[in-house]
């Protein structure tokens, strides 16, 4: 059978679990899992079915969550866990996932893992779209490798390791592509004494030009919480920041962009990207001011600073007019992290999840870029739930547990025993 729409997909029970979600945010968990379908008695929707039949399969997943929650309600990490009931309540004879763990807990990860080898056992065919290589050995039976779109080879699990199956996705070796470069540590650029909002508590650091700070912790720590608090968005009940020397001013966002500091976030297609316009405006929407010419904006001056930056950086698009969301993941980010350098006055940038749902070469490629931005002098502040990510990037890491620091590593004494120690 030859598929030609997602409604004969459909039919002949094939699920997709897709990387960027695809929930409606005003919908309840269980009228999400039966969108499209709603049970109904008569002319009328039969809420009985409607709310139970989710709930087993979220007790199935081993899940803790009330099916008539919206889902606007729920963090991105259970939203993921919402599509992946979704997909599976279906009791599909394939199922595609792309990225399923990429905003998940490894007890949580675990828990699919459990449900993954349930239905293959069942005899549901799984096809499993993954950049974590750990994932791959542990759950597949066969990999099949795409390069720049096109396809490599397929090999047996057993007959691969970590290092050829990086050889055969980026075409070079697996020790060059996570090297972080001795830089020369400047004048001291942020710090954050006693910040306290809702979500995190008497958060105190400070970071020099040239530095990657790292944080680390499981998913609800308060990682995300605190890029939000430092920008301004979170309202702040006490503490203080300072850039550069200067205090910078509470609850307000525009201010702190003024003031140096940018931020890229954890989820692209909530908060990243604008989908519905181009790589030039994505790139330049923070930074418009800075084209202006007289009551207009100077597009000649901006599409050379566009054009620049694509070269710069290596953003692999057809012109810079395509439509963002026509782009990799990977490029999408590399378009958001422009958008902070193409201004000449950024110190600091906080950047939460880097490589979320990024291909192991479009990763190394991002660390180089924060390697190249800490030896032109900034100070980067990453905020990862991989550690061998936080491992190889920071110069210092520091834990986070229930919205405080719970532990502070330097880059030479930490290891991911101690991570997990502290995170836990």
């Known amino acids: 059978i030859v598929m030609e729409t997602p409604a004969q997909a459909i039919k002949e029970n094939i699920s997709v679990i897709y990387q960027e979600l695809n929930l409606a945010p005003n919908l309840s968990i269980a009228e999400n899992i039966y969108l499209g379908n709603l049970p109904v008695k008569g002319k009328r929707v039969d809420y009985h079915k409607l709310y139970e039949d989710p709930q087993k399969?979220?007790?199935?997943?081993?899940?803790?969550?009330?099916?008539?929650?919206?889902?606007?309600?729920?963090?991105?990490?259970?939203?993921?866990?919402?599509?992946?009931?979704?997909?599976?309540?279906?009791?599909?004879?394939?199922?595609?996932?792309?990225?399923?763990?990429?905003?998940?807990?490894?007890?949580e990860t675990e828990n699919l893992f459990k449900i993954v080898r349930m239905l293959k056992?069942?005899?549901?065919?799984?096809?499993?779209?993954?950049?974590?290589?750990?994932?791959?050995?542990?759950?597949?039976?066969?990999?099949?490798?795409?390069?720049?779109?096109?396809?490599?080879?397929?090999?047996?699990?057993?007959?691969l390791d970590e290092e050829k199956l990086v050889s055969l996705m980026v075409g070079r070796e697996l020790k060059d592509l996570y090297v972080k470069e001795a830089v020369e540590l400047g004048e001291e650029i942020f710090k954050a004494e006693n910040l306290s909002t809702d979500f995190v508590t008497d958060i105190s650091f400070a970071a020099r030009a040239g530095e990657?700070?790292?944080?680390?912790?499981?998913?609800?720590?308060?990682?995300?919480?605190?890029?939000?608090?430092?920008?301004?968005?979170?309202k702040r009940h006490g503490g203080k920041i300072t850039v550069d020397g200067k205090v910078l001013e509470a609850n307000s966002p525009s201010k702190a962009i003024a003031a140096g500091?940018?931020?890229?976030?954890?989820?692209?297609?909530?908060?990243?990207?604008?989908?519905?316009?181009?790589?030039?405006?994505?790139?330049?929407?923070?930074?418009?001011?800075?084209?202006?010419?007289?009551?207009?904006?100077?597009?000649?001056?901006?599409r050379?600073?566009?054009?620049?930056?694509?070269?710069?950086?290596?953003?692999?698009?057809?012109?810079?007019?395509?439509?963002?969301?026509?782009?990799?993941?990977?490029?999408?980010?590399?378009?958001i992290l422009a958008r902070w350098l193409i201004q000449n006055n950024i110190k600091v940038l906080l950047i939460d999840e880097p490589t979320r749902g990024i291909d192991v070469g479009a990763k190394s490629e991002i660390y180089s870029l924060l390697n190249l931005l800490a030896k032109q002098g900034l100070c980067v502040i990453?905020?990862?739930?991989?550690?061998?990510?936080?491992?190889?990037?920071?110069d210092r890491v520091y834990v986070m547990k229930n919205g405080r620091i719970n532990g502070s590593f330097a880059r030479d004494e930490v290891t991911q025993e101690k991570l997990l120690k502290s995170a836990t």
């Open 57 to 107: 399969v979220m007790e199935e997943l081993q899940l803790d969550l009330d099916v008539q929650m919206k889902v606007s309600y729920l963090t991105i990490a259970k939203q993921q866990l919402v599509e992946i009931a979704k997909s599976i309540s279906k009791r599909p004879k394939v199922i595609i996932m792309d990225e399923p763990t990429s905003a998940l807990s490894r007890q």
């Open 121 to 159: 056992e069942n005899g549901t065919a799984i096809i499993y779209v993954s950049h974590k290589l750990d994932e791959i050995f542990e759950i597949c039976d066969k990999v099949s490798i795409l390069r720049d779109g096109e396809y490599i080879c397929t090999d047996r699990i057993e007959d």
């Open 212 to 234: 990657i700070i790292g944080f680390s912790g499981l998913m609800g720590s308060g990682r995300t919480e605190l890029c939000r608090a430092i920008l301004g968005v979170d």
């Open 261 to 302: 500091v940018g931020m890229v976030p954890e989820s692209r297609k909530d908060d990243g990207i604008f989908p519905n316009l181009g790589v030039r405006e994505n790139m330049t929407i923070a930074s418009a001011r800075s084209f202006r010419k007289h009551v207009s904006i100077d597009r000649d001056v901006e």
């Open 304 to 335: 050379t600073q566009v054009e620049k930056m694509i070269d710069s950086i290596k953003i692999k698009t057809p012109t810079m007019e395509q439509m963002i969301i026509n782009l990799s993941g990977g490029n999408q980010q590399k378009v």
């Open 382 to 394: 990453v905020m990862s739930s991989e550690m061998p990510e936080i491992m190889s990037l920071a």
